[in-house]
């Protein structure tokens, strides 16, 4: 945890990141962060208050369900059912932007959130402590695929209001995983939980490069 | 849309692979556009309407150039604006990129992270939002 990367030999080789201006459309760093949780606890409100273009919905057609869903053998089911995905973006600067990716929230579009956290810096779970339950899928999904996630209680108002860790202990997280109280309509309460995330996922990623790192690194 | 007598939930009245001419997968480089790619038109990229082999480009192919012209976007935006499945305008994007009217960048790899100095950037962002 303690380790203080002089950002020179960072993991990322080539992107070249941006740093420099000389090539910036090329050199352009856009960061991928998920939003998941139950239906109707928050996902699309929270996107849309921290994000600076209207929440837009982008629809991705089915062409591998049919594969997925029917067991029927020899039928080529090209289905054109759509899967809206909400999303949102914050410009950081000119040439490294934030992209928020509400996941669909229906179980039969599970095989989207493959695709869509290849390459996630992290994922924000939104839980109701009313259907706490409706956001264990999500916290299974992440903690088996690695990927660093905040879980964030959306208090809402008619809600009894539980502790953080209280909600913490609930949902068996690992040790280290934040909990934060957060208001999904409230854009600085929304920025907090961005913010939260993004310092936990440098922690992980930190940890885990000490974790590859340190089996060859010295000559023992 | 109002006054229509069908909405969302009748689905697309045109097939949206029909735009793409039944391909769902783009052209012979094969890559898979992540969904946060950004394209960019190529400045050196031909003004003229045609296609790597010669054909036209179709009207959906026009408005996604001229939607990376307004600004730098990213796949998702792109699909989003223009009302199109993301999986189609992967296809028309395989398209412009092969005649050399797009670039698009390569997102970053899984399991890589950009180092520290850019969170640390992307969190001083943030909270000066």
């Known amino acids: ?220 | 849309m109002e006054g229509q007598w069908y909405d969302a939930e009748a689905g697309p009245l045109v097939r949206p692979y029909a735009m793409t001419g039944g391909r769902t997968k783009p052209g012979p480089h094969g890559v898979r556009f992540d969904l946060i790619a950004l394209v960019v038109v190529d400045p050196d990229g031909g003004e003229g309407a045609v296609g790597a082999a010669g054909s036209p480009l179709g009207p959906e192919h026009r408005a996604l150039l001229g939607l990376c012209r307004s600004e730098t976007q990213s796949v998702a935006e792109l699909a989003a604006e223009a009302d199109l499945p993301v999986g189609v305008v992967r296809v028309l994007l395989g398209d412009l990129l092969e005649a050399g009217h797009v670039k698009v960048s390569r997102p970053v790899p899984p399991a890589q992270l950009p180092d520290e100095r850019i969170l640390r950037e992307v969190i001083e962002g943030l909270r000066a939002l």
Not at chain 1, 92 to 114: A, H, K, V
Request: glycine content about 12%; overall charge negative; some cysteine.
């Open chain 1, 1 to 220: 945890m303690g380790l203080h990367d002089n950002g020179t030999d960072g993991p990322v080789a080539g992107t070249g990141a941006g740093a420099d201006g000389d090539d910036e459309e090329l050199a352009a760093l856009a960061l991928k962060i998920l939003v998941a949780g139950g239906f109707g606890v928050g996902k699309t409100t929270l996107v849309g208050s921290v994000s600076e273009i209207r929440p837009l919905r982008t629809e991705e057609a089915l062409s591998r369900a049919g594969e997925l869903v029917d067991d029927t053998e020899g039928v080529d089911q090209k289905t054109t059912t759509t899967v809206a995905m909400d999303f949102g973006r914050i410009t950081i600067r000119s040439g490294l932007s934030l992209y928020l990716f509400g996941t669909p929230g229906q179980d039969r579009f599970w095989f989207m959130w493959d695709e869509l956290s290849q390459g996630a810096l992290g994922a924000v779970v939104l839980a109701d402590t009313r259907r706490l339950e409706d956001c264990f899928p999500a916290v299974d999904y992440f903690e088996h695929r690695r990927i660093p996630f905040v879980v964030a209680v959306n208090c809402f108002t008619e809600a009894r209001h539980h502790g953080a860790h209280e909600v913490s202990r609930a949902l068996d997280l690992d040790q280290g995983t934040p909990v934060v109280l957060c208001d999904a309509r409230d854009r600085d309460s929304g920025k907090e939980v961005l913010i939260r995330l993004v310092e936990y996922a440098g922690r992980v990623h930190t940890a885990r490069l000490l974790e590859s790192v340190e089996p060859q690194a010295g000559p023992v």
